[in-house]
T-cell receptor
Framework: AQSVTQLDSHVSVSEGTPVLLRCNYS??????LFWYVQHPNKGLQLLLK??????LVKGINGFEAEFKKSETSFHLTKPSAHMSDAAEYFC????????????FGTGTRLLVSP | EAQVTQNPRYLITVTGKKLTVTCSQN?????MSWYRQDPGLGLRQIYY???????DKGDVPEGYKVSRKEKRNFPLILESPSPNQTSLYFC???????????????FGEGSRLTVL
């Protein structure tokens, strides 16, 4: 069975500094991995996804994530934080073959200060 | 505009009073699902539906019912709500089961339910 661990419940950065949100996964088979973003009082929006193509995945709003099989990680990064990036971020794993439900991490709240 | 619409967005009710949270999507999606979001627990799946008249339990189905009589609608029914069902609920849809499996879920804006 698959699982996902988000290592930080909160991350605080200053505007203009890099963002790193950490995610480790466990999967018996080849996983699909995703990051979703949730802005206050909004639903979740797909930020980016990895489904076996390039290991470095680019998403919306300048975010990217790198799939590292040897480290079972899928960390989310952005070179320079913007105030509008303040939100909650969810790492999600799914096993690629057959119908498997998505398993959500517990979320990381990103705080961006001026 | 493509969207998933939930109603009500906010509800305060009392223990035992039946309620329904509606969910409607205008994208002709086959797959629909309900999640609840609780602090420190992320999102947990309640029920899902692969198509009309096809529903199945997720991880936390106790105390909930669903129906899928039409493709666009997937209501969540709490027959006898209890305080432990106080939560933020999300409806989501996807074009197909395969699309859902690759993470392309479209979410509603959430329904915050408080059961006193």
């Amino acid at each position: 069975a698959q699982s996902v661990t988000q290592l930080d419940s909160h991350v605080s950065v200053s505007e203009g500094t890099p963002v790193l949100l950490r995610c480790n996964y466990s999967s018996s088979y080849s996983p699909s991995l995703f990051w979703y973003v949730q802005h206050p009082n909004k639903g979740l929006q797909l930020l980016l996804k990895y489904t076996s193509a390039a290991t470095l995945v680019k998403g919306i709003n300048g975010f990217e994530a790198e799939f590292k099989k040897s480290e079972t990680s899928f960390h989310l990064t952005k070179p320079s934080a913007h105030m509008s990036d303040a939100a909650e971020y969810f790492c999600v794993v799914s096993e690629r073959y057959g119908f498997q439900k998505l398993v959500f991490g517990t979320g990381t709240r990103l705080l961006v200060s001026p | 505009e493509a969207q998933v619409t939930q109603n009500p967005r906010y509800l305060i009710t009392v223990t035992g009073k039946k309620l329904t949270v509606t969910c409607s999507q205008n994208m002709n999606h086959e797959y629909m699902s309900w999640y609840r979001q609780d602090p420190g627990l992320g999102l947990r799946q309640i029920y899902y539906s692969m198509n009309v008249e096809v529903t199945d339990k997720g991880d936390v189905p106790e105390g909930y019912k669903v129906s899928r009589k039409e493709k666009r609608n997937f209501p969540l029914i709490l027959e006898s709500p209890s305080p432990n069902q106080t939560s933020l609920y999300f409806c989501a849809s996807s074009l197909s089961v395969g699309q859902a499996n690759t993470g392309e879920l479209f979410f509603g804006e959430g329904s915050r339910l408080t059961v006193l």
